[in-house]
């Protein structure tokens, strides 16, 4: 393996955070234009440095692929350990994509503080890729606590009218969940005899007890991460608050961190446990499926519309994965990728109208079709996304994971294909009360359609709803063989 293979993941990590820094240094609002530019120059590069693990990725293997493992605290066996598998590389590729998205997003709109604002996206960036691409419990455990610090800083700074109070809360729920995945962490290092190694975590032959303990502190951290019912409601404050790039990177990323924690460590550590919690888990996705799904039909912000859609989409994840069956498994995993697209065109179309009519409220909007054809176009093209149309990428995930359950437990498919009805009877319900009927209005009637930047950061999001959903055939084989062994690990009993 090349010096670039071995140290990709490094370089892909540290690149944004050091960019980030140096963005930073540009200082005051004096130097803006400067602090732009370099934030989409570094943006764009870390996304170009991403693509090779795409395009070297081994598809007949689920092992760790491009893994970098040297010594860090010799003290306590800490080791500075990368590496990524079929799970983990579409979740990178993902983040360093709508990192770009996220800059030009933000483009004209952040006008104070605007260095800081760059910067915060940017080291968030790197830590989130820390997150999916550490294989050593210490490391895991700070890039997971490290990203809470910039999203915090960017709800808290840049965010609405109450932004401290959903950016504590944030804070306060990510955090409290987290303390316990620590203390689940502690333990399997005694167990072991002294190794942080996630992929030593997972041979241990822990008794059933134990099991039950370990994967009940890491479910704490990752459904309040997810987020499950019933400690979702930080989410929809943190997305009514949060800038537009904040509510991207929150609903795209920030939540697949928590369902990635459960293949990487809650699942394969604590196999047994959680097919003895997998009825719990599925009631509790079931519930978020139809149950959040009708609150969002209640709904008169069109933020907390799509943050209370996203819970529901989400639920759609964690049923695929404790249904223990491949298809609903990778059916899952395509959802996640699919929920970042879609959830986070959504939200930058909602950023479009409230940046030039300074409202989220459905009531406010009406006939915006009738002066803004192309924004309009985008918005039910994400819209019917969102409520699964065949030929986007929404489909397919919700697709494989209601055939999967359903080889399972037809009840269980049953109730989760109430979603669709339901996410299309909201999804559409806003369209039309915002895009269709008589211009309700002079504010809507002034409205200018798209700038060239808004046309091109939408245009890229919709290129990926429909390459995933049209050929999604590349995806599933790069996570076939990491699911079918984490299938075959989880199926074998411990005890």
Same mark, same amino acid.
């Given at each position: ?36 530019? =370099? ?43 990368? %590496? ?27 006008? +104070? ?11 968030? +960036? ?12 210490? =490391?895991?455990?700070?890039?997971? +606590? ?30 409290? %969940? @987290? ?13 072991? %005899? ?11 032959? =822990? ?136 959830? %986070? ?18 009531? @406010? ?131």
């Amino acid at each position: 393996m090349s010096w670039f293979d071995q140290h990709l993941l490094s370089l892909v990590i540290w690149f944004p955070v050091l960019g980030g820094i140096l963005v930073l240094s540009t200082g005051s609002d004096r130097n803006a234009p400067v602090a732009r530019r =370099l934030a989409l120059g570094i943006a764009i590069t870390s996304f170009i440095l991403s693509l090779p693990l795409w395009t070297r990725f081994r598809l007949d293997t689920a092992a760790m692929q491009f893994v970098e493992r040297q010594p860090w605290i010799d003290r306590f066996n800490v080791h500075y350990h990368l %590496g990524i598998d079929g799970i983990a590389m579409p979740l990178v590729l993902l983040t360093t994509f709508l990192t770009v998205i996220v800059v030009i997003a933000g483009w004209q709109v952040i006008r +104070e503080r605007v260095a800081q604002y760059f910067a915060s996206f940017l080291i968030m +960036e790197g830590l989130m890729i820390g997150v999916f691409c550490s294989l050593d419990g210490v =490391l895991f455990y700070l890039f997971w +606590e490290a990203m809470l610090i910039p999203m915090f800083l960017i709800v808290g700074v840049w965010g609405g009218p109450n932004r401290v109070y959903a950016a504590i809360k944030f804070f306060l729920y990510t955090l409290l %969940g @987290s303390l316990l995945m620590l203390v689940a962490l502690l333990y399997l290092y005694n167990a072991t %005899g002294g190794s942080f190694n996630i992929l030593t975590f997972a041979q241990l032959p =822990l008794d059933g007890p134990t099991q039950l303990m370990v994967f009940l502190a890491f479910f704490a951290a990752f459904a309040v991460k997810v987020p499950m019912v019933p400690v979702h409601t930080w989410l929809p404050d943190a997305h009514v608050e949060a800038p537009t790039g904040g509510s991207v990177i929150l609903a795209a990323i920030t939540l697949k961190m928590g369902a990635y924690g459960f293949l990487r460590l809650a699942i394969p550590i604590a196999p047994d446990a959680a097919h003895q919690l997998a009825p719990l888990v599925i009631a509790l996705s079931l519930v978020a499926v139809i149950y959040i799904a009708l609150v969002a039909l209640v709904q008169q912000d069109m933020k907390k519309l799509i943050a209370y859609s996203s819970i529901s989409h989400m639920g759609f994840v964690t049923l695929g994965f404790f249904i223990f069956d491949t298809r609903a498994m990778e059916g899952a995993l395509v959802q996640m990728i699919s929920h970042g697209f879609v959830s %986070g065109a959504l939200f930058l179309c909602v950023g479009v109208l409230y940046d030039r009519l300074h409202s989220r409220e459905i009531a @406010s909007y009406g006939g915006v079709v009738k002066v803004m054809p192309v924004f309009s176009f985008f918005l039910v093209f994400f819209a019917m996304a969102n409520a699964g149309l065949p030929g986007t990428s929404g489909f397919v995930g919700e697709f494989l994971v209601i055939l999967g359950t359903f080889s399972v437990n037809g009840w269980y498919a049953a109730l989760a294909a109430v979603t669709l009805v339901v996410g299309a009877a909201y999804t559409l319900w806003m369209v039309k009360r915002v895009a269709f009927g008589p211009v309700t209005s002079p504010a809507v009637a002034q409205l200018q359609d798209l700038s060239g930047r808004e046309t091109l950061m939408l245009l890229m999001v919709a290129a990926g709803v429909l390459a995933l959903g049209l050929w999604p055939l590349p995806l599933l084989d790069v996570m076939h063989a990491s699911v079918d062994n984490l299938l075959a690990h989880a199926a074998v009993s411990k005890l």
